[in-house]
């Protein structure tokens, strides 16, 4: 076991990549291939098999004044889910996850959309901030079977389905029905290796506020964001409806030549149609992204307890809507992250690691409106530092990580004359959001045990975001039991 944890460890810590399209777009972490190189399910094999089943729970809290102005005042997140892996007698290998999740976000400010803070252009709203209730389940399943000695095939499928309701009127619930698959393969040789994945996804969300009852003698707002200013506002007294459909597909590839050059590369991009209106749609907008990341390490010995990592990675999204009539480009904006440094794992014993990185990154965001006129740009730098120990200790594996960003944003460039009311109160914060020089601290401790015929995990993890010269702050707390067997 202490070899495959430390083998993960090192893993996750080399190569934290972007989001996955489930978190970018659905807020769900799936586990099964998170730990394998570049999560590519077709390096699963019998060797990397952790466990035979387990069951898992975990609680994530997080609120805080910090933050911008879509994101719910607090966000509690449980998930309950069951994993098993298996070996199948034509050595076809299965793994899969089931997980229940339930949230409750409180005090969210006007949008229906069940996920905000993309940096899409098109959002539905309606004019009450409220609490919001989610219920979903999700599963994802892995077949891997070799082709022959050197070569693995597998297929990963995701699929999730749940439903969020407002608790206030106009009682808005969405509705998503999401599918994500990966077919893969990987060659691998003594002191070499290959892999290359595919995707497609769709990710399909229906928003409806139904009918109103007369009595309430009331009719919403509701508001149609369309760019970073201007939205249309429209008093409505029937039902309204809006359905957002994603689609996209990726490409990915990593290489490891003899365990010195190192690298990874992922390419995603989707699409997607808004429409109002159920039976008669009606056309809102569509708009693309594209995410692109790439990473290179060089590893070298320079002692028998201490080796050296230098890496250098790179990832950048662009977002564009479009005027759902004119057929001309209404919004367009792009993030970029450049980040070189250092890693130094270190091995004092076959019981003790030490793993700790340094690194530097610049990173800009701009943002257009180019139906009215609106820009922002704004450049800042980062210095990043990371440390994780682990040590084993009569079958018991201690692991403890710390982490520490320093934030420094540049001078931004905004171009507001044309601004009306909806830029000065929701645009021009998040602005602010971006801008603000900010420190970033994080902490977590993992026990790892067994007892009687299993194994089991215990982990708590806390993360807080502190602007500069400010009493604002932003706190998440994760804690985790998983029992394996």
């Known amino acids: 076991m202490k070899k495959l ?26 586990d099964l291939s998170a730990q394998l190189p570049n999560r590519n399910p077709a390096y699963l094999s019998t060797n990397n098999i952790p466990y035979s089943y387990a069951f898992q729970y975990r609680y994530n809290n997080s609120s805080g004044d910090y933050r911008l102005p879509f994101s719910p005042e ?58 919001f209730g989610l219920n979903g389940i999700d599963w994802n399943i892995i077949f891997s079977y070799p082709l022959n000695e050197h070569t693995q095939f597998a297929v990963d499928l995701f699929y999730n389905v749940d439903e969020q309701f407002k608790s206030v009127f106009p009682k808005p619930n969405s509705k998503r029905n ?21 995707s497609y996804f769709q990710f399909k969300e229906d928003i409806e506020t139904k009918k109103y009852s007369l009595e309430q003698g009331r009719s919403p707002i509701f508001i149609r964001i369309r760019g970073l200013d201007r939205p249309l506002l429209t008093y409505a007294e029937t ?20 365990d010195i050059l190192l690298g990874e590369t992922n390419y995603e991009h989707s699409q997607a149609q808004i429409t109002d209106g159920g039976s008669y749609p009606v056309k809102q907008g569509n708009w693309d992204m594209s995410r692109f990341y790439y990473r290179v390490d060089l590893k070298s010995t320079v002692t028998s307890f201490l ?18 009539n004119l057929n001309s480009r209404i919004f367009a904006s792009s993030n970029r ?4 440094g250092l890693l130094l794992p270190y091995h004092p014993s076959r ?62 460039i905004v171009y507001d004359d044309l601004s009306d009311w909806y830029y000065n109160m929701i645009t021009s914060n998040e602005i602010t959001y971006y801008a603000t020089d900010r420190e970033e601290f994080k902490a977590g401790i993992k026990i790892i045990f067994p007892y009687q015929d299993m194994k089991i995990t215990l982990m708590e993890t806390y993360k807080e975001l502190r602007p500069i010269n400010t009493e604002t702050r932003y706190r998440i707390a994760q804690t985790q039991i998983e029992i394996m067997f």
């Open 5 to 30: 944890i430390l083998l993960l460890l090192l893993t996750g810590l080399v190569f934290a990549q972007i989001p996955t399209s489930e978190y970018l777009y659905l807020d769900i972490l799936s």
């Open 74 to 131: 607090t966000k509690n997140y449980s998930n309950l889910e069951v994993s098993a892996y298996h070996e199948m007698d034509n050595g076809l290998l299965f793994a899969g996850r089931f997980a229940y999740r339930n949230e409750l976000r409180t005090n969210k400010l006007w949008l229906h959309n069940a996920e905000t803070n993309i940096d899409i252009p098109f959002y539905f709203a309606d004019s009450t901030t409220g609490d």
């Open 178 to 198: 999401d599918l994500h698959i990966r077919p893969a393969i990987s060659f691998q040789g003594k002191r070499s290796s290959l892999g290359l994945m595919g």
């Open 239 to 258: 039902s309204e409806k809006r359905l957002q459909y994603i689609r996209g597909y990726g490409f990915s590839a990593n290489f490891d030549l003899g």
């Open 307 to 324: 080796n050296a990592d230098l890496f250098f990675k790179q990832s950048w999204s662009q977002a564009r809507g479009y005027h759902p």
């Open 337 to 340: 992250h450049f980040e070189g």
């Open 351 to 412: 019981s003790e690691s030490w793993i700790g990185s340094i690194s530097y990154s610049f990173q800009d965001i701009k943002r257009e409106d180019n139906f009215l006129g609106l820009l922002h740009y704004i450049p800042g730098n980062t210095l990043h530092l990371n440390m994780r120990y682990t040590y084993e200790l009569k079958s018991i594996l201690y692991e403890l990580n710390a982490a520490y960003n320093n934030i420094n944003m540049g001078e931004s």
